[in-house]
């Protein structure tokens, strides 16, 4: 997971954000409403650099954050928002008083776990040459140095 806050001048670094990415969470700050459109950019960004082996966007949740706080963002709007640009789910959330996490990562995660069940991608890393291979099936060599 990556944290991008203010992060919109590196635009050109964010394919190696999404890299591998089985899914996404976008945060807007629900307080302050032009952080809407950063959220948008996000995952119209998101959309056009990374998809699932059938070409379909990947799983991503919309976290309209500072739900503890009074805001201008009703229900209508936030549904309104994930409908129209998306997202498989949007939830309200408070980073301060723990309120919305769990459920939006939960459904988050059962939605990912689903996509793999359907055969849209397979774990990435362990497809990929050139990573390191962590199995115990390597070859040991005995080492005839006196030293070491």
């Known amino acids: 997971m990556y944290y991008t806050k203010r992060q919109d001048?590196?635009?050109v670094m964010t394919r190696v954000y999404y890299k591998?990415?089985?899914a996404a969470i976008i945060v807007l700050d629900s307080t302050r409403e032009r952080t809407i459109?950063?959220?948008l950019r996000w995952k119209t960004d998101l959309d056009q650099k990374v998809t699932l082996a059938d070409g379909s966007p990947v799983p991503a949740i919309l976290l309209a954050n500072k739900c503890d706080i009074e805001n201008q963002l009703g229900d209508d709007k936030l549904y309104d928002l994930e409908t129209n640009n998306?997202?498989?789910g949007s939830f309200r959330t408070s980073a301060k008083e723990s309120v919305g996490i769990e459920e939006a990562f939960k459904f988050l995660a059962s939605t990912v776990i689903s996509t793999e069940q359907g055969g849209q991608y397979d774990v990435p890393?362990?497809?990929?040459e050139g990573n390191v291979n962590l199995d115990d099936n390597s070859t040991h060599?005995?080492?005839d140095s006196k030293c070491c």
């Open 9 to 11: 001048r590196y635009g």
């Open 20 to 22: 591998d990415a089985h």
């Open 37 to 39: 459109e950063g959220a």
């Open 86 to 88: 998306g997202f498989v």
């Open 125 to 128: 890393f362990l497809n990929r």
């Open 141 to 143: 060599y005995k080492n």
